[in-house]
C-alpha cells in the first residue's frame, strides 16, 4: 500500500524555522521525484518545492527560493522541506506527492500519489 506521511508542521513565530518530512512506504523512493504542495484557507493549492529521482535536481517556487531547501534521503525514504524565514503568508497546510516518472515537475496533475498533509501557520 502506498503511503505518504507528512510531519513536522506546527506554529511558528515570523522569522523562524520548520522542516518538514515525508516518509514513504509502498513504493521505492529513489525511482519517484518528489513535490511539495500548500493549500493556505480560501486559496487554491500552490507548487512549492521540487526534486528528481535520478541526479536531484530541485526547483522552487519564486517566493521560496532562498529561503526553503528541499532534500531526499533515498535510503531512509524520507524526503525532508527545510523552511527559514518563515513568513505569516507561508501559512497553510503542506503536502508532499510522488510522481512516478522521476522527472522534475512543478505540475500538480503529474503527481501519482498525495499525503495528506502538515499544518504549517506562521504567526506571532
Known amino acids: 500500500q502506498v503511503q505518504l506521511v507528512e510531519s513536522g508542521g506546527g506554529l511558528v513565530q515570523p522569522g523562524g524555522s520548520l522542516r518538514l518530512s515525508c516518509a514513504v512506504s509502498?513504493?521505492?523512493?529513489?525511482?519517484?521525484?518528489i513535490g511539495w504542495f500548500r493549500q493556505a484557507p480560501g486559496k487554491g493549492r500552490e507548487g512549492v518545492s521540487f526534486i528528481s529521482s535520478a541526479d536531484g535536481s530541485t526547483q522552487y517556487a519564486d517566493s521560496m527560493k532562498g529561503r526553503f531547501t528541499i532534500s531526499r534521503d533515498n535510503a531512509k525514504n524520507i524526503v525532508y522541506l527545510q523552511m527559514n524565514s518563515l513568513k505569516p503568508e507561508d501559512t497553510a497546510l503542506y503536502y508532499c506527492a510522488a510522481d512516478r516518472t522521476g522527472l522534475l515537475t512543478s505540475d500538480a496533475f503529474r503527481y501519482d500519489y498525495w499525503g495528506q498533509g502538515t499544518q504549517v501557520t506562521v504567526s506571532s
Open positions: 509502498g513504493f521505492t523512493l529513489e525511482y519517484y521525484a
